[in-house]
């Protein structure tokens, strides 16, 4: 188990990699964000983005998904008021192999609640090709180790 003490500024944790399906794609558009380019192929060729893409949302939700599997439920982890920035850079499609990072940013005890330390950190998405498709910057709430 990690706690807020076992992480310091500049940390840099490799959170794996997903492969994005085509109906991981639709699957997720149909249900939350139903815009043509996400859920019908045929419409999304003769979009600006020339070709069925995923939802920024869904793209975020990998991510969330790659930090829980790999770092956050070995942790003291007491959640997060909320993210600060969210980018997407670039468009995922179906067959890109995503694989993330985080980096801590920030590192302080709480002083409302010295039970607990904040980690500002930046996560990234890249591509199969190295290049940055996502990146957001949160706040994540951590147990500090019992003395």
């Known amino acids: 188990m990690r706690f807020f003490e076992d992480f310091s500024v500049g940390d840099s944790i490799e959170l794996g990699s997903y492969q994005v399906t085509q109906s991981s794609i639709v699957e997720f558009a149909r249900a939350y964000d139903p815009q043509p380019f996400h859920v019908d192929a045929e419409q999304a060729r003769s979009s600006i983005y020339g070709g069925l893409i995923a939802s920024g949302w869904h793209t975020a939700g990998i991510y969330m998904r790659m930090l829980v599997d790999t770092l956050l439920r070995e942790t003291a982890s007491l959640g997060s008021p909320g993210i600060d920035e969210l980018r997407w850079y670039l468009p995922v499609r179906p067959g890109d192999t ?24 930046r996560g990234e998405l890249f591509n199969q090709d190295e290049q940055l498709v996502m990146s957001l910057v949160a706040v994540n709430f951590f147990s500090r180790r019992r003395t």
């Open 98 to 121: 995503l694989r993330g990072r985080i980096t801590v940013l920030e590192a302080r005890v709480s002083q409302s609640k010295p039970d607990r330390g904040l980690l500002r950190t």
